[in-house]
C-alpha cells in the first residue's frame, strides 16, 4: 500500500507525465480497435444528403462528369445514390486494383430492374460462338465498299456527300442479324421489327428507375417503366419466337455452310420436343448443355448488344479521328500504298503487315472507347487502395479518363490524336489494349472482358483499311468537322459522319 501512495504520490508531482501516459493509453486502445478490424473509410466523394444521397448528381454520371469528380476527389471517388453505394475508378493504378488484384470480388454485373427482367432474369451469357460472324464481316466491308462507291455519283469525279456513319451503323447491324438469323429470318423478314425493338431496349437499359435506387419505392413504378418493359418483352418474345419456329421447320444441320447463330444453338434447345439429330459438327457440348428458348433470346440479345453498336462507333471514331488530321490520314494511305498497292484490295492476310493502321486502331480507342464505363458490383466487401468498398456497391471503371490520363499518357498530349506513339520508337511502344495494361482498356480486363476483341479489332482494321485505301476523304465544303461525343451505353459520336470520297484504286472497286 505504501509503495502504490508513494507511485501516486510521485505522479501528482508531475502533471506532464500522466497527461503522456493517458494520451499513450487513447492512442495504444484506437490501435488495437482498428486492428479488430474497425472497417477503413469510404472513397472521398461529394458529401451525401438524407435518404437520397446523391441522387441530384444522377446527370453527372457520364464519363466525362466522372473524370470531372475525380478531378477532384481522386482516383477513387465514392457516391451514394439511394441506397446503392456506387464507386468509380479513374486512374490506370486504380483501373488495375479493381479489374485485377480484386477481380474475384469485384467482377459480378450489377442489373437495374429493367436489365433483369429484359434479359429474362439474366438468362443471357458471355457470348462464344462468332464463326458465322467472322465469315459475315467479309460481306460488310464488300457492302461499305459498294455503298460507298455507288454514293460517289456515276461520273466519276464528283463531290457527292456519303453518310458514312449512317451506312456503318447500317451495315454492322445487317451483319450481325444476318450473322444471327441467316437470310431466312432477322437477315431477310424480321430486321426491321428488331432493330425498332432494340432500340427501345437500349432506351430502357439506360432509362433512370427510382426503384433501383430506393427499392422501397420500386412498386409504385414512379417513373412509369413496367408497361413499356412488359410490352419490349413481349414484342422481342414474338419476333424471336417466330424465328425460332422458322428454323425448327426449315432446319439447316448446324456446322453447314448456311447454318446461323440460331440453328447452331437449337442444337441444343431443351424443351422436350427438338429432334436433337439435326445438328452436326460432332462438338462435345452436346448431350450436355441445354439451352431453354430464354436463353437463346439472352444470348440473341448479348450477340446484338454487343457486337453492333461498339464495332461501328470505333470505326466512325477512327474515319473521323483521320478525316479531322489529314497528316495521319495520309500517312496511313501511304501505307497501305507501299504494302497492299493500288491496284487490288485490302484482305485479312495484309493486316498483319500494317503497323500504323494497328496504331490508329489503337490510337481510337484509346481516345473513344465505344463502352466509356466498365460496369462492375462487389459481390462481398473488399478495401480498394486503403478505402472500403461494401458489398453490392455498384464499381465503374472510368476507362475513357483512363485513357487519358496525363500522367500515363505524355502530359499534354494525352488528348491528341496521335497514332505514332505506339509505333516502334514512340513512347507508347509495346502497350496492349487486350488487357494487359491498365493505362489503355478499351476491352475492359480480367474475367468480364470482352469476349470478342480478335473479332472487333479485325472487323475494325479492315473496314477502316479498305476505306481509307480504297478512297481519298475530305470533310464537304462548309461543313465543321464536330468532334463532339454522346453519353448512352455506349458514346458514340454526337453527330454522324459525312464526308465526300474520292476513289484511288486503279482496280475495280
Ligand atoms: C471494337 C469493338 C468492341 C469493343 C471496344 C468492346 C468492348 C467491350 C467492353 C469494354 C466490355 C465490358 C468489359 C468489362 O465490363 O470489364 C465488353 C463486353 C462484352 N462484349 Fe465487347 N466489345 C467490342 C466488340 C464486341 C463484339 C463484336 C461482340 C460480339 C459479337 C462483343 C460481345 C461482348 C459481350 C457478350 C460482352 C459481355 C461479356 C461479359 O459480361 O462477360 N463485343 N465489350
Redesign the pocket.
Known amino acids: 500500500m505504501a509503495s502504490y501512495g508513494a507511485v501516486a504520490d510521485y505522479l501528482l508531482q508531475d502533471p506532464w507525465l500522466v497527461i503522456w501516459l493517458a494520451m499513450a493509453t487513447l492512442a495504444f486502445a484506437l490501435l488495437r480497435s482498428r486492428r479488430r478490424g474497425a472497417p477503413p473509410p469510404l472513397p472521398p466523394g461529394p458529401r451525401p444528403l438524407p435518404i437520397i444521397g446523391n441522387l441530384l448528381m444522377m446527370g453527372q454520371l457520364t464519363h466525362r462528369g466522372l473524370a470531372a469528380m475525380s478531378a477532384r476527389y481522386g482516383g477513387l471517388v465514392h457516391l451514394r445514390m439511394g441506397r446503392v453505394h456506387v464507386v468509380v475508378a479513374s486512374s490506370p493504378e486504380h483501373a488495375r486494383e479493381v ?1 485485377q488484384a480484386h477481380d474475384g470480388e469485384l ?1 459480378n ?1 450489377p442489373a437495374s430492374i429493367a436489365i433483369a427482367y429484359l434479359t429474362y432474369g439474366r438468362a ?4 462464344s460462338h ?1 464463326g458465322h ?1 467472322w465469315r459475315q464481316s467479309t460481306n460488310l466491308v464488300r457492302s461499305i465498299a459498294a455503298a460507298v462507291n455507288a454514293g460517289d455519283g456515276d461520273d466519276g469525279g464528283s463531290e457527292a456527300v456519303v453518310e458514312i456513319g449512317e451506312l456503318i451503323f447500317g451495315l454492322s447491324k445487317d451483319v ?1 442479324f444476318r ?1 444471327a438469323f441467316g437470310t431466312r429470318g432477322g437477315g431477310g423478314g424480321h430486321g426491321g421489327e428488331l432493330e425498332i425493338l432494340l432500340q427501345e431496349f437500349s432506351r430502357l437499359f439506360g432509362a433512370f428507375n427510382i426503384g433501383d435506387f430506393i427499392p422501397w419505392l420500386a412498386w409504385l413504378d414512379l417513373n412509369g417503366l413496367n408497361g413499356r418493359l412488359r410490352a419490349a418483352r413481349a414484342g422481342l418474345d414474338d419476333v424471336i419466337d417466330r424465328i425460332i419456329d422458322e428454323h425448327v421447320r426449315d432446319a439447316t444441320p448446324a456446322g453447314d455452310e448456311d447454318a446461323d447463330m440460331v440453328d447452331d444453338m437449337l442444337v441444343f434447345l431443351d424443351e422436350g420436343g427438338r429432334d436433337e439429330s439435326g445438328g452436326g459438327g460432332g462438338d462435345e457440348l452436346q448431350g450436355t448443355l441445354r439451352l431453354t428458348r430464354d436463353n437463346i433470346k439472352g444470348i440473341i440479345m ?2 446484338v ?4 453498336e ?2 461501328a ?2 470505326i466512325e471514331w477512327a474515319m473521323a479521328e483521320l478525316l479531322h488530321s489529314p497528316t495521319n490520314l495520309h500517312r496511313l494511305q501511304a501505307e497501305l500504298a507501299d504494302v497492299v498497292g493500288l491496284n487490288r484490295h485490302v484482305t485479312e492476310d495484309d493486316l498483319d503487315k500494317l503497323p500504323f493502321l494497328k496504331s490508329v486502331a489503337m490510337e481510337t ?1 484509346r481516345l473513344h ?3 466509356p464505363l ?3 458490383e462487389a459481390s462481398t466487401d473488399c478495401v480498394v487502395g486503403g478505402y472500403s468498398i461494401p458489398k453490392g456497391s455498384r464499381v465503374l ?1 472510368n ?1 475513357w479518363s483512363v485513357g487519358r490520363d496525363p500522367a500515363a499518357w505524355n502530359g499534354a498530349g494525352a488528348g491528341e490524336f496521335f497514332p505514332a506513339r505506339f509505333m516502334p520508337g514512340g513512347e507508347a511502344e509495346g502497350v496492349d489494349l487486350r488487357g494487359g495494361c491498365f493505362e489503355l ?13 480478335v ?3 479485325y ?2 482494321e479492315l473496314v477502316v483499311a479498305r476505306l481509307v485505301h480504297a478512297f481519298d476523304w475530305a470533310v464537304p465544303a462548309g461543313e465543321v468537322l464536330d468532334m463532339g461525343d454522346g453519353f448512352g451505353l455506349t458514346a458514340p459520336r454526337a453527330v454522324r459522319l459525312r464526308a465526300v470520297p474520292t476513289p484511288r484504286l486503279t482496280c475495280e472497286m
Open positions: 479489374l467482377s454485373r443471357d451469357m458471355a457470348f462468332y460472324f450481325i450473322a448479348d450477340f448488344f454487343g457486337g453492333t461498339t464495332v462507333s470505333a480507342l472507347p465505344p463502352i466498365l460496369l462492375h471503371v476507362v482498356l478499351p476491352f475492359g480486363s480480367g474475367r468480364r472482358a470482352c469476349p470478342a476483341v473479332l472487333g479489332l472487323e475494325m
